[in-house]
């Protein structure tokens, strides 16, 4: 009988292994974009938490500010890195009934 339900719970481990990989991999296809600056500088980062792209605006680009621009991508940066965790902590949750499985995200 105990052998029975371990095979079980080592399938169900299996799957969700298998669903996880999955996963990841269709998380790597989804972005997320965020702005600052009022839309001066726009970063695309997928699922991965890698950037995709960096859009900044000629208007953003002040020889005498170089600060403003590095502040406004680095905002814009954080906050895209941001919400793909945040994506991607959300999409593992629908896959592991919202157990915290450590090492997974």
């Given at each position: 009988?105990m ?14 292994q298998?669903?996880m ?6 998380l790597?296809?989804?972005?997320v974009?965020s ?10 980062a997928?699922g ?6 960096v859009?900044i ?5 002040d020889?005498?500010d170089?600060?403003m ?6 905002s ?14 959300k ?13 997974l995200?």
């Open positions: 009988m052998g029975g339900n371990m095979q079980k719970m080592m399938k169900q481990v299996q799957k969700m298998a669903d990989a999955k996963l990841q991999e269709e790597g296809d989804r972005t974009e702005t600052s600056g009022g839309g001066v500088v726009k970063v695309v997928n991965k938490q890698e950037l995709i792209s859009e605006k000629p208007e953003a680009v020889p005498e170089v600060d621009l590095q502040d406004l991508i680095l814009a940066v954080n906050n895209a890195l941001n919400q793909s965790r945040e994506m991607v902590s999409e593992m949750g629908k896959l592991t009934g919202g157990m915290n499985i450590p090492g995200m």
